[in-house]
């Protein structure tokens, strides 16, 4: 199925924010996919996965956004103030604006990482989400230990470390393409976030999410040290939501990387969106 591509741009709090819509020129569904991406990255996701899926899902007749949070790509505002709660709140502006296309009726938020989260919070908040896919989605705000952030932050570090080793790190070091900034933010965020974005309110987020009886799809990568820990806190939090699925592939690390991974992870979300949306 053929799609279309275009520019979408919306406010929030006085902050332009800039997006990717991806429209079917036929056979669209009444369901359109939000994509949130983490911390350190902006709407093209880790190693463009929110390109490829979005329009894989698109070409299914999914209509789907992709944006950047305030202070990150293309989006107004400062990325060094912007916290987890503003992040909800610009995806929650972004519910309501997608709301407003011809035939989309329902919601479905797609996370990875931090935007994870961030679709956990928007769930809570906001009756208009219908479904949430979150991948490699740690625990919400204060429902993580000063020894999980610790450990979270060691784990990118090391990841960084590792990336020193090959040739493209070097290429981009010497030529001036790497973000110092993103880096810090992805290591350091969390950080960052309890102390800047009202750990209460987080824990009423996760209170809430709770009672949140929409359809869920969580997915992990086995290499993630991550992961184990976060999806026995979410199986937990949605016991009593018989709509929570739960997948796990088995091979790959945080952020899937590999074509393999990608691929498989691709497929999961699309026939749990058909499953559940078509």
């Not at 305030?70 to 060094?80: H, I, L, M």
């Amino acid at each position: 199925m053929s799609i279309t591509e275009k520019p979408f741009v919306f406010e929030n709090k006085q902050h332009k924010l800039f997006g990717i819509l991806h429209q079917p020129e036929s056979g669209q569904k009444h369901t359109a996919v939000i994509f949130l991406h983490g911390w350190g990255t902006y709407r093209i996701g880790p190693h463009r996965i929110f390109v490829e899926a979005a329009r894989e899902f698109a070409s299914a007749g999914y209509t789907c956004l992709r944006f950047d949070f305030r202070g990150r790509g293309e989006s107004e505002g400062d990325v060094a103030s912007a916290t987890l709660l503003d992040m909800v709140d610009d995806a929650g502006q972004a519910v309501r604006e997608i709301l407003k296309q011809q035939g989309i009726s329902q919601i479905v938020l797609l996370g990875l990482c931090s935007g994870g989260e961030v679709a956990v919070g928007t769930a809570a908040s906001d009756q208009n989400v219908n479904g949430v896919v979150l991948l490699s989605t740690p625990l919400l705000g204060r429902q993580a230990t000063g020894n999980d952030d610790v450990r979270q932050s060691a784990n990118f570090a090391k990841s960084y470390w590792q990336k020193l080793f090959l040739a493209e790190s070097w290429r981009k070091i010497f030529s001036f393409r790497v973000n110092y900034p993103a880096i810090f933010r992805i290591i350091f965020g969390r950080f960052q976030q309890k102390r800047d974005a009202g750990p209460m309110k987080e824990a009423v987020l996760i209170e809430d999410f709770k009672k949140f009886k929409g359809s869920c799809l969580f997915v992990y990568g086995g290499m993630d040290p991550e992961a184990a820990q976060s999806e026995n806190a979410y199986r937990k939090i949605c016991s009593g939501n018989g709509n929570a699925v739960f997948k796990n592939i088995p091979e790959a690390n945080h952020n899937f990387y590999s074509v393999t991974w990608k691929q498989e992870l691709i497929r999961h979300v699309s026939e749990w969106l058909n499953d559940k949306f078509s």
